[in-house]
């Protein structure tokens, strides 16, 4: 299967022509504009990544428009970034200490009424298998599945070709009472907040959380999702399939439902989403060990804040908490392991032109994960501080550009620090951006 910028270039094209027609509004505005749909329910604004829910006061992104009685939304983001991180000493596939790559998503969804519920189609692809090289983007503490033969460390792994593919239905119980259903080929199951991708808290830095494997698991190749909702409430439990992908990023690596999450999600007010939820589930990297790690437990919560600044503006806010306890497999055999993580991002668009971000993290890290073998069944504490901006450009043909810098450092214990040169080890990125603009519902 060729792979390549195609599917971001049809899904950004298809932006840009579909919003031409439409006023261009700079990120984080909300206006009740221009924006057709066939229903106004059809795609509430609470839907995120998966069946995930964020606050109902965060703008619609992309172009989000009626056709033939279909509700059709398009959204994507390109990231070009050069990372430079000059304390490493020990990371797979060499010695790099800076790299030049892309981030990327596209993404399309349709929904539509049929009978007495509705049913969507969802699509995500990412060109990331081409786009980023030497088993991923660099970012010290980040942890992955399979590169080169051996587990994947001080990367950020590059997403799957096929992100996203799967299918759901919606119909009224009784009152405000509806059911859902989800099956997906590819698709997150029901643990965690929104995705990083889809958090607005997140999506200014070219740099994923390195906790994210605490607070929601990988994209599942092979999930059913099923719950019951109303306006404020949200109960689901999903079946996924928890094996790691291989190496091969442009495959689906389906396999059997052998792993469970459930999720409860509430909308105190129209500014908050709160969600609980837990998962029993291999390791990421379960499938390539021998024999297989033993079964995981992971729990989740998380509070998720957007709070409109003006007609142009967004102050948006997640704070969360992941706790993981099993057995591991690791050279010489398997031990009890239980750590967990914590995450605060926050991110600030002011007048639609200016946007800055930071985020804290703090985890126990198993020593293996870093390949620090020499300590065995350690469990080191550490973190990591990040801060950035964006110089947002202006909107052109539905589309906004964005050039901008961030600058991290990571925090490390004695026993780790001769492998980052120091116990501090700086890391600094610049990127320019492009992603469409919001609008309101």
């Not at 298809?14 to 990120?27: D, K, L, N």
């Not at 009224?172 to 995705?195: K, M, N, S, T, V």
């Not at 993290?361 to 504490?381: N, T, Y």
């Amino acid at each position: 299967m060729r792979i390549g910028s195609t599917p971001l270039a049809i899904v950004l094209s298809c932006c840009a022509t579909a919003a031409g027609a439409q006023s261009q509004t700079p990120p984080g505005q909300v206006a009740a504009e221009h924006v057709e749909v066939a229903e106004p329910l059809l795609t509430p604004t609470v839907d995120a990544s998966g069946t995930s829910w964020q606050p109902r006061a965060t703008p619609m992104f992309g172009v989000h428009r009626g056709w033939k009685g279909w509700d059709l939304r398009l959204d994507g983001s390109v990231v070009l970034q050069w990372i430079a991180e000059p304390g490493d000493r020990h990371r797979t596939g060499g010695a790099a200490e800076f790299q030049l790559g892309s981030r990327n998503w596209g993404m399309v969804a349709a929904r539509r009424g049929v009978g007495w519920g509705r049913v969507g189609l969802r699509g995500m692809l990412s060109a990331e298998p081409a786009t980023l090289r030497d088993c991923g983007a660099l970012s010290f503490l980040s942890v992955g599945e399979v590169c080169d033969g051996d587990t994947i460390h001080d990367r950020d792994q590059p997403h799957d070709l096929v992100m996203e593919l799967a299918v759901d239905y919606d119909r009224p119980l009784h009152g405000a009472w509806r059911w859902q259903i989800y099956a997906g080929l590819a698709g997150p199951p029901a643990f965690g907040p929104p995705a990083s991708p889809h958090r607005p808290s997140a999506a200014g830095s070219p740099l994923a959380p390195f906790t994210h494997h605490w607070l929601d698991p990988m994209n599942a190749f092979g999930v059913v999702t099923t719950g019951i909702h109303d306006r404020r409430w949200k109960a689901e439990v999903s079946a996924f399939n928890s094996r790691a992908p291989d190496e091969r990023r442009t495959d689906l690596d389906l396999g059997g439902l052998d792993a469970m999450a459930a999720r409860v999600s509430y909308l105190p007010t129209d500014r908050l989403a709160v969600q609980v939820s837990a998962a029993r589930m291999r390791e990421a990297w379960g499938a390539f060990a021998q024999p297989p790690d033993p079964p995981v437990t992971r729990v989740s919560a998380s509070i998720v804040h957007h709070r409109p600044l003006g007609m142009t503006g967004l102050w948006a806010s997640t704070v969360a908490v992941g706790l993981s306890r099993g057995r591991e497999q690791i050279p010489g055999g398997v031990f009890d392991t239980a750590n967990g993580a914590v995450l605060a991002e926050t991110s600030v668009t002011v007048g639609g032109r200016y946007e800055t971000f930071g985020r804290v993290e703090l985890a126990g890290m198993p020593a293996h994960h870093l390949h620090a073998h020499e300590f065995a069944q350690s469990v080191f504490p550490v973190g990591k501080l990040q801060a950035g901006y964006t110089r947002l450009l202006r909107p052109r043909h539905g589309l906004v550009a964005g050039v901008g810098a961030t600058a991290s450092i990571t925090l490390l214990p004695p026993e780790l620090a001769p492998r980052y040169g120091g116990r501090a080890a700086p890391g600094v990125a610049t990127f320019v951006s492009l992603r469409p603009t919001s609008h309101a519902m």
